[in-house]
């Protein structure tokens, strides 16, 4: 079956560190890879895309790698802040028109 | 960047009854627009794709009857739960992409369904 799985447990950290999230995908073979952020009671923020052709895209303190023969892509927060502190979503697209199929997520909160 | 619109952001109504939820993009022409369903520490789940001008099309297991979706121009989408139930309360969230090949999604801010 075809699933898209992220670490399960939230993810605490302390403020300056670099958070490292894992998307871990099976039975699909995407083109693009995207990356949301979601507050509570919020619908989801895009951040970022990757394309199956790139390794590595960065954004200011952000950072996605994207290993088609892994089946895995990571997200890296570098210099973590509290205000970083939320959910992050790994999408695929997985049909036509765009359509997106998301992971668990991940509960990320930084401390202070 | 573009926006999209979506309201009611929470509805309380009674067993029975129908809700209807608006999604409109902004600034942008969406042919298709996306209805998901979040249960609480939960991820998105799809519901349906809405198309403009055509029959929605839905997830395996989702009642179309139950939820009927409208897409009557290029910038809105609705969403009309009817006959609501308790197990029908969710936050429900619709997005439009950018129409390119792997265009981002943009998201309503969702609605807070409580069904009572």
């Known amino acids: 079956s075809q699933k898209i799985e992220q670490n399960s447990e939230a993810l605490n950290i302390q403020e300056g560190k670099t958070a490292t999230l894992t998307c871990n995908y099976t039975?699909?073979?995407?083109?693009?890879l995207q990356w949301y952020r979601q507050d509570p009671g919020r619908g989801p923020v895009f951040l970022l895309l990757?394309?199956?052709?790139?390794k590595e895209k960065r954004k200011e303190r952000l950072k996605v790698t994207f290993d088609t023969t892994l089946k895995q892509s990571l997200f890296h927060i570098t210099a973590s802040q509290p205000a970083d502190s939320a959910t992050y979503l790994c999408?695929?697209?997985?049909?036509?028109?765009?359509?997106?199929?998301f992971g668990t997520g991940t509960q990320l909160k930084v401390e202070l | 960047g573009a926006v999209v619109s979506q309201h009611p952001s929470w509805v309380i109504c009674k067993s029975g009854t129908s809700v209807k939820i608006e999604c409109r993009s902004l600034d942008f022409q969406a042919t298709t627009m996306f209805w998901y369903r979040q249960f609480p520490k939960q991820s998105l789940m799809l519901m349906a794709t809405?198309?403009?001008?055509?029959?929605?099309?839905?997830e395996q297991g989702v009642e179309k009857d139950k939820f009927l979706i409208n897409h009557a121009s290029l910038t809105l989408s609705t969403l009309t739960v009817t006959s609501a139930h308790p197990e029908d309360s969710s936050f429900y969230i619709c997005?439009?992409?950018?129409?390119?090949?792997?265009?981002?999604?943009?998201f309503g801010q969702g609605t807070r369904l409580t069904v009572v």
């Open positions: 809405s198309n403009e001008g055509s029959k929605a099309t839905y």
């Open positions: 997005s439009a992409p950018l129409d390119r090949a792997g265009g981002e999604a943009f």
């Open positions: 999408a695929l697209f997985t049909g036509g028109g765009n359509k997106l199929t």
């Open positions: 039975n699909y073979s995407p083109a693009y």
């Open positions: 990757i394309r199956e052709n790139e």
